[in-house]
T-cell receptor, first 113, second 113 residues
């Protein structure tokens, strides 16, 4: 049972444009959501997070939006840069009062120069 | 401040052997979680430790075990290795339990032949 889903395995965007990565979840008990960026053979790097009591969180070029009624979150990267090319994972936590993260399957973002 | 460190970075073992992986969390972080990444299953939660106690365990067989020491360093052990245990094993640390922002180490790439 995939509780966190990223339905787009890949996304290609031109440098300078907006990248929008999407994530859906099924468990309404999740109360914290995170986005990680990952390069091959490296550990995920934390990017940005959002609590379920908020609907938007912004950090520099990165903004995460949460729509609880739709059980959907998205990561916006503006403007996109070639160095943003990586796999992006969304993750959810809080359903069982521990730090356990449930990850989506990832979206490979390619930013074309 | 130094990040999460994992040793060794690469390991090759034979079926039936056992292996121990080590993780040193960020200084001051007391919660350590372990994850397995494989191409087929993605990032899967193994277990979480806080104050030397296992707080949560993922859906893995008993061959997978772990522990945490008083200095918050953690080890995980896999006994009777199987080919399917080949994966990137990632350790993540956070300040405390219920502190969802976890910071990952570079991982240990385990290959079972």
């Amino acid at each position: 049972d995939q509780q966190v889903k990223q339905n787009s395995p890949s996304l290609s965007v031109q440098e300078g444009r907006i990248s929008i990565l999407n994530c859906d979840y099924t468990n309404s008990m999740f109360d914290y959501f995170l986005w990680y960026k990952k390069y091959p053979a490296e550990g995920p790097t934390f990017l940005i997070s959002i609590s379920s009591i908020k609907d938007k969180n912004e950090d520099g070029r990165f903004t995460v939006f949460l729509n609880k009624s739709a059980k959907h979150l998205s990561l916006h990267i503006v403007p996109s840069q070639p160095g943003d090319s990586a796999v992006y994972f969304c993750a959810a936590s809080g359903a069982d009062a521990t730090n356990k993260l449930i990850f989506g399957t990832g979206t490979l973002l390619a930013v074309q120069p | 401040k130094a990040g999460v460190t994992q040793t060794p970075r690469y390991l090759i073992k034979t079926r039936g052997q056992q292996v121990t992986l080590s993780c040193s969390p960020i200084s001051g972080h007391r919660s350590v979680s372990w994850y397995q990444q494989t191409p087929g299953q993605g990032l899967q939660f193994l277990f979480e430790y806080f104050s030397e106690t296992q707080r949560n365990k993922g859906n893995f067989p008993g061959r997978f075990s772990g522990r945490q020491f008083s200095n918050s360093r953690s080890e995980m052990n896999v006994s009777t290795l199987e080919l399917g245990d080949s994966a990137l094993y990632l350790c993540a640390s956070s300040l405390s339990t219920r502190d969802y922002e976890q910071y990952f180490g570079p991982g240990t790439r385990l290959t079972v032949t």
